[in-house]
T-cell receptor
Framework: DAGVTQSPTHLIKTRGQQVTLRCSPK?????VSWYQQALGQGPQFIFQ???????QRGNFPDRFSGHQFPNYSSELNVNALLLGDSALYLC????????????????FGPGTRLTVL | AQTVTQSQPEMSVQEAETVTLSCTYD???????LFWYKQPPSRQMILVIR??????QNATENRFSVNFQKAAKSFSLKISDSQLGDAAMYFC??????????FGQGTILTVHP
């Protein structure tokens, strides 16, 4: 049973560029959440996708956008990269019960390390 | 809104001994869930234990147990018979039925042989 997978593992970009990160959820899961983890800090919630729609969003600017596909995989897009966007980006998947998508435990992928120069 | 506070940036324990990591939280939600996650240097966030706020009984998972004090909004993790493989950053997190997890700042646990 495959767990949550993310690609790529590492990424280096320059300021102003755009980046796309990818996530495949654990088998049987239909909900994907994205988190940003700065070095030495706890993860910060970016947004969550359920049934191909953004269900909840954290305090991140519109430069951060996402998408969920019919097979439940997800992408995180960041436009106009800033130095401060350098972080570990974590994807977590869970099984979203109708009306209570957060009641199931979130399982995390290994993350994508983004470095912005 | 939810906040999670871990007041111990670092903790250490001797192998085979017991250690307790502290966590306090604040939430306006009536239905919420509490978690401890472990993040080793490999950076994969691994679930350690989960507690539903409506359950009075403290959760246990093998050597890991929690002390959940709902009125005090406290959720500590006890690791018994510590092993070298327990060394990692530990995060306390609170989640609502809408799925957002709020994490604390983390506690680095060192296990000495």
């Amino acid at each position: 049973d495959a767990g949550v997978t993310q690609s790529p593992t590492h990424l280096i970009k320059t300021r102003g560029q755009q980046v796309t990160l990818r996530c495949s959820p654990k088998s049987g899961h239909d909900t994907v959440s994205w988190y940003q983890q700065a070095l030495g800090q706890g993860p910060q919630f970016i947004f969550q996708y359920y049934e191909e729609e953004e269900r909840q969003r954290g305090n991140f600017p519109d430069r951060f956008s996402g998408h969920q596909f019919p097979n439940y995989s997800s992408e995180l897009n960041v436009n106009a990269l800033l130095l401060g966007d350098s972080a570990l980006y974590l994807c977590a998947s869970s099984f979203g019960l109708a009306g209570a998508p957060g009641t199931d435990t979130q399982y995390f992928g290994p993350g994508t390390r983004l470095t912005v120069l | 809104a939810q906040t999670v506070t871990q007041s111990q940036p670092e903790m250490s324990v001797q192998e085979a001994e017991t250690v307790t990591l502290s966590c306090t939280y604040d939430t306006s939600e009536s239905d919420y869930y509490l978690f401890w996650y472990k993040q080793p240097p490999s950076r994969q966030m691994i679930l350690v234990i989960r507690q539903e706020a409506y359950k009075q009984q403290n959760a246990t998972e093998n050597r890991f147990s929690v002390n959940f004090q709902k009125a005090a909004k406290s959720f500590s993790l006890k690791i018994s018979d510590s092993q070298l493989g327990d060394a990692a950053m530990y995060f306390c997190a609170a989640g609502t039925s809408y799925g957002k997890l709020t994490f604390g700042q983390g506690t680095i646990l060192t296990v000495h042989p």
